[in-house]
């Protein structure tokens, strides 16, 4: 048990590192290159208690957007959430720069030290530990070649062949293809190849909006026999994604067209999407998810969670939001089977039956093993921050909406 009080901020601290990925991971906007790199955020308090958060990307975006809040930061309550996000991310300000996500690592942190002081998981904070473990989905992606031969998935073939290797290795019960790689019929085929391999499975499929709405109707016609529990995204915007919800009985999902609670009266009336994608971070903190997992019970809205490619700390407050959110059915989404290593001390995140447990100790309950973190970022001052929007075996290529055949890989490659 911890002090009653966490005590107030008394240090502000970030390190941006990279661990690296088991092979590059490729869709329909560019490639993931073989690392993800994150920003981790020690909020220490003037009690000896360390709080952490995390947030996607690295410098600018991240830690100088952190750094800049040093001084608002340094003397306040961590119990003082709301004061602290509109101190931290006034939505005006957030025109300018993503300060949902800054606040959103901030807020993790906070809740980490509250239930660190009160000797409570996070979970119970929030509404107790209704799921545990948490089912995820195995998230698979047509591959580059890695280290070791990892990846070179390129075909129902040989994405089957990798989901019977994650299948065997941590028990995933539910697949879900990041498409729009290839054109959308060679989707089709992975798809098809995997009911085959996994009668039982629920598939989903990510284009990441590529396709246009014709060929996004077309798509979910093709898919309606192999069945897929949602199409994500399958084209981009509210009045597309409304159209292809109405011509398919496939439920349609998203994480791009409805990014906050302004958007959803809108999609609701206009029948855009089944299911929302939770993202603490986008949505800016389990405060926020939580107000989305509301709004989604009112309208019976499905509610499912993205993934930003995050490390041990994000999925440690992903794993608490599940835990405790009642309407969050779906299997979550995480890359974290792709990593090579993470920043956490004792491993406290391992898969079993497809699941993960919630951490049992006060607050997010899991620690930084400060030698990994000190050689992952070195790692990222070796290999500096990515561009997400690129395709390094493609120089010059960009993607463009909707996807047209010229500017698809071409299958084999
Ligand atoms: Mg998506």
Known sequence: MGSPHPGRISDVRTTTVAVPLEAPLRHGNGVHPGYFVRTLVELETDEGLVGLGEVGGGGASAAQAIG????????????????LRWKCANPVQALYVPLHQVYAAIEFACLDLQGQAAGRPVCDLIGGRLR????????????????????GERDGETMVAHARDLVARYGFKTLKVKGGVYPPDHDVETMAALRRAFP???????????????????????CEPIGLEYLEDPTWGMAGMARVSRSTWIPTATNTVVVNLDQVPAAVAMGAVGTILADPHFWGGIGGVRKLAAVAETFNLGLGMHSGGELGVSLAAMVHFAAATPNLAFACDAHYHHLKGDVLAGEPFRYQDGSLRVPQGPGLGVRLDPDLVAQYAETYQKLGPYDYHQDPRRPGWFAVFPGETSRYAVPGS
């Open 68 to 83: 800049a809040l040093r001084s608002a930061l340094l003397g306040e309550d961590p119990y003082q959430l709301e004061r």
């Open 132 to 151: 545990d473990p948490v089912p995820f989905a195995a998230y698979l992606f047509y591959r580059y070649t890695g280290e070791a031969e990892a990846g």
């Open 200 to 222: 039982d499975a629920r598939l989903r499929l990510d284009p990441n909006s590529l396709w246009s709405v014709e060929e996004a109707i077309r798509v979910a016609k093709r």
